[in-house]
């Protein structure tokens, strides 16, 4: 069966789900995309796409609209948590562009969200189809709602998120929690005046806590990450409401503007923060997984929607190109490609969560020295250099089999 014609269902809306299902769309492919909301409404706060994320957003042609509601950080800014003293410096703004060719955006998640959904042709959508299972069968993959119906496709994809139902078919692990939570909330321009002149990212970085913070809405508006231990063993898998109260307490002590940031939302939510152990696997022959349902990594990188748009890419370009009969050819390649990539930002995500909340003393003295001696872009390359749709350009490669043992999910290698 070719690609074109072949039924491909997609579970989950979120930036992973719905950059795939345009792509697919584009490249004729029978498409259809099942999220469990009944509509698609103000979701999250601030995210940050980095370079090799909006690369792939630029191919989608939906950069007016970023730049519109999105603001271009001028840098990235690390500063001691009690005096304010600044640590280090990046420095983005036109550099970005002019080094890799895209720049560094701020954005409210909603904000993407209507891009991302403006650009996706009607009918492929079906909302309030939330999956309860998925079961693989020789000749195609059945989908279990929660409604009780049931459909069929030829290849389902996973863009479920971190709590994944998909993932249940590929891979037998369950989520990780950090120990961390993060509260988010957004707050008026006006409480940090400085990103009118100089929009950037402000980290601040104390013992067994950080704080992030930029602008967001055409610069209208402030979105703030506070990150700490979890004072109740395990935070809930899904949002809650948290309290500025809470955050008063927690950041008594921190230089005044963070506590000015941290206290001005009307509402904050809550999250815990889980990321999973590496799989040796992202796909079966007929299930394949991208994004927090691949691989679910920590958010110190500021990576989980970039890494989301670069697997949407490669699995694409992968489905595309492949012949009569190699869609689980196209899925392995998809594995070659991913799981090395995704493997390193994970690793040195997790690495940073340690690193990001360390006490005041030696080890902490070494961390802001070497974040000094790395100020200028180069150090980024590693990161903000791929491009997700040169990667997979036509080339001989490594001979790849479609065989494959029996489907059973398998455990996680420990990363």
Known sequence: MAPSKAQIAIVGGGVAGLVTATLLHRHGMDVRLYEQTPVFGAVGAGIQLSPNGVRVLKRLGITDALARTGVRAGAIETRRWDDGSLIARVEHGTLCDERFGAPYYLIHRADLQRCLVSALPEGVVELGRGCARVVERPDEVELHFTDGSVTTADLVIGADGVHSVVRKAVVDDEPRFSGYSVHRGLV????????????????????????????????????????????????????????????????????????????????????????????????????????????????????????????????????????????????????????????????????????????????????????????????????????????????????????????????????
């Open 188 to 415: 008026p321009a006006d409480i940090v005046p400085s990103f009118a002149r100089d929009p950037r990212v402000v980290f601040w970085l104390g013992p067994q806590r950080h704080v992030t913070y930029y602008p967001v809405v055409g610069g209208d508006t402030v979105h703030f990450s506070a990150v700490g231990v979890s004072g109740d063993g395990q935070a809930g898998t899904s949002s809650s409401p948290g309290t500025v109260e809470n955050l008063d307490a927690a950041f008594a002590g921190w230089h005044e503007e963070v506590r000015r940031v941290v206290t001005a939302a009307a509402s904050v939510t809550r999250w815990g923060l889980f990321d999973r152990d590496m799989a040796d696997r992202y796909a079966t022959d007929r299930v394949v997984l991208l994004g927090d349902a691949a691989h679910p990594t920590l958010p110190y990188l500021s990576q989980g929607a970039n890494q989301a748009l670069e697997d949407a890419m490669v699995l694409v370009r992968l489905l595309r190109d492949a012949g009569p009969g190699e869609l689980a050819r196209a899925v392995r390649r998809y594995e070659e490609f991913r799981i090395p990539r995704t493997a390193d930002v994970h690793r040195r995500a997790r690495a940073l969560g340690e690193t990001f909340h360390l006490p005041d003393g030696a080890d902490q003295a070494r961390r802001d020295s070497g974040l000094r001696a790395r100020q200028g872009l180069e150090h980024l390359d590693w990161l903000y250099g791929y491009d997700a749709g040169a990667a997979v350009a036509p080339h001989p490669g490594p001979a790849v089999t479609a065989e494959r043992e029996p489907v059973t999910a398998r455990p996680t290698l420990r990363s």
